[in-house]
């Protein structure tokens, strides 16, 4: 990784410790009080100012670490805290799997696995269901920097190991989430029996697609988020640090440059499932992409773009011979999951029973 890079991750895994905020607002507050001790007017007058914002900063640091303080007493994990890697994962198993695979779901973005919880609660009627925290999401800890989904990728089967659990699994994951679980089924098919892809996030978009500002706009969100609750400029109790750094470091993938770094590691390409079962998900058109549309120059490049975005989506059919497209509802756009949650459960079901059927 480039030195630039490795700076990067250095200050990611130093603003993702909540504390920070104290020590640096006394620095400020120090400069401030060394300005006025210079006794010039101007000195006194700036130094005054420094000191009143070192002040401003340290109420808003302490406010920040009895907030956290108070979300870590506001009650226990649901699931099992796991060690991977000398830190501790948040693994939620519920169920009984019976004859059949366990469901395993990753949810998109750098989300908790709380955030697919109606699925997996719907699931766990049936299955054994199973929700995992990422590093630097909901309950687990936050894992070293910089967060990578090949990284991600050796880490959940490591954490479904550590909590006692056994394959088969069925990997379901959505956008982001689509493309973690994939690389870990090309890394240990031995765990899974099948995979479902709910319109999971194609790297040939990241690598060629038009320029598309809205992915940059939200890791420079992820950081300012973090900057602001060190600070304690935030209504959300319990809120840390460390879950932004972790969204802003993985996000640097999402990059045709970040891409450059991680491609060979994080793409899954054709032929890389072999006959591994594969359930594709997705929408039939650009539902919800109408910003991505407006940004052509004319209706020629509204077209082609159109192609690209509807072409890319199902590339993942290529990874492997026993894999099937599966389209969402009219009217969905990419966020089905939480539009359609019935929906989704029922073709995860269906490919449980087809599993099932076939046996071991």
Known sequence: MRRNGRVANALLALVSRDWLGVPVALLVAGVGAGLVGAGATWAVTLGCLVVTVGVVLAVGAVR???????GAGAGRPPGRLVEVGGRRMHVL???VAGDGPTVVWMPGGHAPGEEFGQLHAMMASRTRSVLVDRFG????????????????AE???AALEAAGERAPYVFVGHSFGGLLVANAARRRPDLVAGL?????????VIAFAPPNRLVAGMRREFLLTAVRHLFGAHRDRGGRTGQYCAAASIFAELSPSGLAEVGWETVVYDGDLGDLPLVLVVPRDLTG?????????DAAEAGRIGRFYLRARTRYLAASTA??????PAGTGHDFPTEEPGFVVGVVADLVR???TLGP
């Open 354 to 356: 087809e599993l099932r």
């Open 155 to 157: 880490e959940l089967p």
């Open 93 to 95: 198993a519920e169920g």
């Open 64 to 70: 920040h670490l009895v907030l956290v303080g108070r």
């Open 289 to 297: 992409g109408e910003t991505v549309l407006a940004a052509a120059r």
């Open 323 to 328: 894999a099937r497209v599966v389209y969402t």
């Open 137 to 152: 999401s909901g309950w687990s800890d936050v894992g070293p920097f910089p967060r990578t989904t090949a990284a991600e």
């Open 196 to 204: 479902v892809l709910l319109d999971p996030t194609p790297l040939d």
